[in-house]
């Protein structure tokens, strides 16, 4: 998942706007890619990638690079002026690069010149105090996914609240109604659902200890209370595990992104694929969920020799043909409004169902330590659904984390 960042000097060398031919001379029309995607999506992305450069006569080398270490390794290269060309950014990462000068300043080129047809969730993650360092590559959010047949079988609808997966329950066994994910983002439907937030950016205000905070976070506890839900008590597996449970058949309904499927569709549950059922994230009333935004982003490297080439690249990599070759190969969503008119783009289920879900994603506060939240939040919500800490002296101990360690200069509530 690639960043962007700032590029002050990178503007006054390789100035002016992308594709122009002042610049052409320095150009070394050779473009290193870092593709951060997974074993299933990898080697598409790199199908495209050389198919992209044979048509705009450079040449292109596509590394991909493990996602967990991939942004400390994009880090560590570009601090030595070293590094891709370009890089597959998850979301969360492009204000962080801006901010420590790792990615170009694209305001001034072709890639920030017309926006109008991308997603305005997606496309706010490229933006760093007012200047463009990024161009949508996928986006995603998350869904209520579910096994067709066993809530047909017991006469169950996908639940449009918690409360109605509560009271749906005892007809899917109980517990394996529901897995419920303990992990940092899974915590935002709930919290969006419910109208917190981690942080108030603009106000510069830790807000995660809200009274809201604490009704959402109740919210998810009461489902296993009420035997409508598992999770794994270990963190650590708690991913896992759902995705197991999910895929055997053994729980009915689980909360993820469309970057799960393809593994999904291999399990014994989901041997045929229309078995899949996507729906909304409930929330606290019908129509009151509200799921992240997730997604990637392409920057290009502060320093690169190959900016022009770099932006070629990306044009055609965020191209609406590229995309919608993605999303019937993979399932992933395009960040492209026009995309998703596209006849393949239509006629995939999960794409299909996915659409309506980007549409009202929660953005998240894009700042430079937007990445950061996570951490304590995960231990923090971890740490409530084992029974450790009550909600508000959890969600206490995450603000006093984030005032410590992650945004020093804001204050608590």
């Known amino acids: 998942m690639t960043a962007m960042a700032t590029g002050v000097a990178l503007v006054l060398t390789a100035c002016g706007s992308g594709g122009s031919s002042s610049n052409s001379g320095s150009d070394s029309g050779e473009v290193t890619f870092w593709d951060t995607s997974g074993p299933n999506e990898s080697p598409v992305f790199k199908k495209i990638a050389e198919g992209c450069a044979t048509k705009d006569g450079y040449k292109v080398k596509v590394e991909t690079q493990a996602f967990d270490g991939a942004l400390n390794n994009y880090k560590t290269a570009a601090q030595g002026g070293q590094g891709p060309d370009v890089f597959r950014s998850e979301v969360a990462w492009v204000p962080q690069l801006a901010k420590l000068g790792y990615v170009a300043d694209l305001s001034d080129t072709d890639l920030a010149k017309d926006t109008s047809d991308f997603l305005e969730a997606p496309l706010g993650s490229t933006k760093y105090e007012g200047k463009t360092y990024a161009v949508p590559q996928v986006t995603d959010s998350l869904a209520l996914l579910y096994n067709k047949k ?6 169950v609808e996908p639940p449009k609240t918690w409360d109605e997966l509560k009271a749906a329950a005892a007809k899917l066994g109980g517990e394996k109604a529901f897995f419920l994910n303990n992990d940092a983002y899974y915590a935002l439907p709930f919290i969006y659902g419910e109208g917190g937030d981690l942080v108030d950016a603009s106000a510069k205000k830790i807000v995660v200890n809200s009274a809201q905070n604490v009704k959402a976070l ?7 209370d009420g035997k409508a839900a598992t999770t794994a008590l270990d963190a650590t597996n708690s991913y896992s595990n759902m995705q197991a449970a999910f895929s055997s058949g053994d729980a009915a309904m689980v909360v993820n992104g469309p970057w799960a499927v393809a593994d999904y569709l291999k399990g014994a549950a ?19 969920g509200s799921a992240p935004v997730g997604g990637h982003d392409y920057v290009v490297r502060q320093g690169t020799k190959a ?20 999303a019937k190969e993979l399932g992933l969503l395009p960040t492209r409004k026009s995309a998703y008119q596209n006849a ?11 659409e309506p879900v980007t549409k009202v994603a929660h953005e998240r506060p894009w700042i430079p330590e937007g990445g950061e939240l996570f951490d304590p939040l995960k231990v923090g919500y ?25 945004v020093t200069e804001y204050s608590i509530g």
């Open 344 to 354: 393949d783009v239509k006629a995939n289920a999960v794409v299909a169902a996915f």
């Open 382 to 406: 971890a740490d409530f659904l084992a029974g450790k800490k009550d909600a508000k002296t959890a969600l206490d101990d995450v603000a006093k984390a984030y005032k410590e360690k992650v």
């Open 218 to 224: 109740e919210t998810a506890k009461s489902l296993l």
């Open 270 to 288: 989901f041997s045929d694929p229309a078995n899949l059922g996507i729906a909304p994230v409930p929330g606290p009333s019908a129509g009151k």
């Open 307 to 326: 900016k022009q080439s770099s932006i070629k690249f990306i044009t055609c990599m965020a191209s609406v043909e590229s995309q919608a070759t993605i």
């Open 150 to 155: 066993k809530l047909a079988d017991a006469g």
